[in-house]
């Protein structure tokens, strides 16, 4: 081995702070250090009753164990491990109550941190002023050290001995630090390791947090995709119209810039939103843009202003439908016109029903040839770019627990759905 990997250990910046994180056991020791030299002297004395000093001592020993077992004392010395010996832990779940092996691994650890900790502490004020001393010795300081008895076969030896000795006291205390720090390095995840109910709780946690990002998603993908399809089919027709009807084209162009602002908004809306997930932050249920049934008739319009024509038929009070299924209905609309905008022919059909148990939506429209959708039914958007088409549409039926039929029926597209309104929310 070479010099340098020898030193290495003695030098090494995360020695230092494992050092650190042994001298913090030390310091933790210390109130149980004084506690039991308190109680010593208290039973040494005959003047103190045996059952009050054995009762003292038992109330004392419970008050001392107590902090051990704390779920607070865990998280502490969690924060120290991943702070000062750069163990990946994860966090203590928030609001999971440990079980009994888990409190019993953490008091296992925080007993052995303490014991450790105490040694290196009595270790540092002892062998190394001591060593100090030695090495003083060999610069002709006169620090009285070899007149003292205490230092037993050292007393009154050559200095060079004296300094080796030092030397010997200050490397092997640097072996010893890096040593323990390096099994306490690799214990912590053991001992201070999440438990499997943790785990589990660290699982579902995440799964939910990738559901939400996945509605949002899917609500971008709509809402632009939507505004992308009438912008496009707009701007189109306004370029082939703007010599024979200029005020068909000026119509267009504002269509697509309000078309285009409420994109921007959804867009903005949900990016921020992404971004508080990315930082941790939980996004609640129902955040992303509230589009729903109630502005049918502006997303109609909107998909009239594109040239197709699409014949609507609502029945039943669209406004006393829970806001979950209003909000997802609205959104399969959407797609289901802009699915007929960019693929389909001729007029679109409309109907929406609200009948007591729930809500229909019925859309249908001519094929447009061979760039109609496949035959394996998979969805519009899906053979054309590889977009999500009738696929979000069924997660978002499924999600409600409702039923979705899309396909090719006598030359025609059809899509009709039924969600169902949850029980015990109001119409």
Known sequence: MTPREVLGPLVRGSTWRRAVFLLLGGVLVL???????????????????????????????????????????????IAAARALLAVDLPEPAAGWRIDRETRLRSALWIALHLVTGGLVL?????????????????????????????????????????????????????YAVAGLGALAAS????????????????????????????????????SVGHALTVATLQAGAARELLDVDPEFARRALTAIEETSRHAMDDLDHVLGLLRETEAGARVPAGTAPQRTLT?????????????????????GALADLPAAVSREGYR???????????????????????PPDGLEIELVNSLAGATGPPR????????????????????????????????????????????????????
């Open 332 to 354: 399969i609309v959407q797609e289901g016109l802009t699915n007929a905008a960019r693929y389909g022919r001729g007029p679109v059909t409309l109907r929406v029903d609200v």
């Open 295 to 315: 502005e049918l008739d502006r997303l109609v319009a909107d998909t009239r202003a594109t040239g197709l024509a699409v014949h609507a038929r609502v029945s």
């Open 31 to 77: 109130p149980y250090a004084l506690l039991a030299a308190a109680f010593a002297q208290l039973l040494a004395n005959d003047d103190v009753p045996r059952p009050a000093g054995a009762g003292l001592l038992l109330v004392g020993a419970v008050l001392a164990a107590v902090p051990v077992f704390l779920a607070g004392s865990r998280a502490l010395e």
């Open 376 to 427: 394996d039914g998979r969805g519009l958007a899906a053979s054309h770019g590889g977009g999500r088409g009738l696929d979000g549409m069924r997660e978002r039926v499924l999600l409600l627990g409702g039923r979705i039929t899309a396909g090719p029926a006598d030359g025609r597209w059809l899509v009709r759905v039924q969600l169902p309104t949850p029980r015990g929310e109001p119409r």
């Open 187 to 222: 214990m912590a995840p053991v001992l201070l390791g999440p438990s499997q109910g943790e785990r589990l709780a660290a699982l579902e946690a995440r799964a939910t947090r990738l559901a939400e990002r996945n509605r949002l998603a899917r609500e971008l993908h709509d």
């Open 122 to 174: 009595f270790a540092a004020i002892s062998a190394f002023p001591m060593a100090l001393v030695f090495i003083a010795q060999q610069f002709g300081l006169d620090v009285g050290a070899a007149d003292v008895d205490g230092l037993g076969p050292l007393a009154g030896q050559d200095p060079r001995w004296m300094t080796l000795t030092g030397v010997v006291l200050l490397v092997g205390l640097g």
